[in-house]
């Protein structure tokens, strides 16, 4: 699960090289509905969500963590497994309690920061969009939308599952070229709250016994 998680999460989901929008295809439904989701959550000042992410192999989840992850004007703070991560809009903050060690690194243009909701912005150049149908998802009949991608990134498909109704992403499933599974389940959603005004800052002097790494 932490080799998942170091992976996918703390690395950032990593998408690859861009596709080319000729070569692409995306039905009008399912750009409706992403385009929907995407102003929804962009017109907000600030967003929470708590979910449970799920890893595993041959499409069957075998582990899972809940987690929590908040995110306002491009920023982020995920707390998961014992680590945090931050993101305070120039550099990534990895924070892993058990190993007392901090990592701190620029992201690469090529990567997209970890996000309940990356494949909002993600899929418009990377990927075929197809609507599929509905499915029903912890009690909400969802609009279910496969992402395929234009170019070999190491995914095989990627199933992004929306509460048009509230705007709303529910699920995404990630599924690997090498079998493995990564699900992420939102549980709880929030907008507008009140944070904290260090939410997204990096405080070293509160890391003084770990082992802090610049990349």
């Known amino acids: ?103 701190i690194a620029k992201p690469n243009s090529g990567d997209t920061m970890f996000s309940p909701i990356n494949y909002l912005t993600s899929y418009r150049k990377d990927y075929n969009v197809s609507y599929v149908g509905r499915r029903n998802v912890n009690g909400v009949n969802a609009d279910f939308i496969k992402l395929t991608p234009v170019k070999n990134n190491g995914l095989k498909h990627v199933y992004l599952f929306v509460d048009s109704a509230k705007k709303q992403m529910v699920k995404l499933e990630q599924h690997g070229t090498n079998k493995d599974v990564a699900v992420i389940a939102i549980k709880e959603y929030k907008e507008n709250q009140t944070l904290s005004s260090d939410m997204f800052t990096f405080n070293k002097a509160k890391f003084q016994n770990y082992v802090v790494t610049e990349l």
């Open 1 to 103: 699960m932490k080799n998942i998680i170091s992976k996918i999460v703390l690395g950032s989901f990593v998408i690859g090289a861009i596709g080319f929008a000729s070569a692409q295809k995306i039905d009008a439904k399912s750009k409706q509905i992403l385009d929907a989701v995407t102003n929804n959550y962009n017109s907000k000042q600030n967003s929470y969500f708590k979910f449970t992410f799920g890893s595993g192999t041959n499409g069957q989840v075998t582990k899972t963590e809940p987690g929590i992850y908040y995110t306002a004007g491009g920023k982020y703070k995920l707390k998961i497994m014992g680590t945090e991560q931050i993101f305070d809009g120039s550099k990534i903050y990895n924070i892993n309690e058990e190993d007392m060690e901090v990592t």
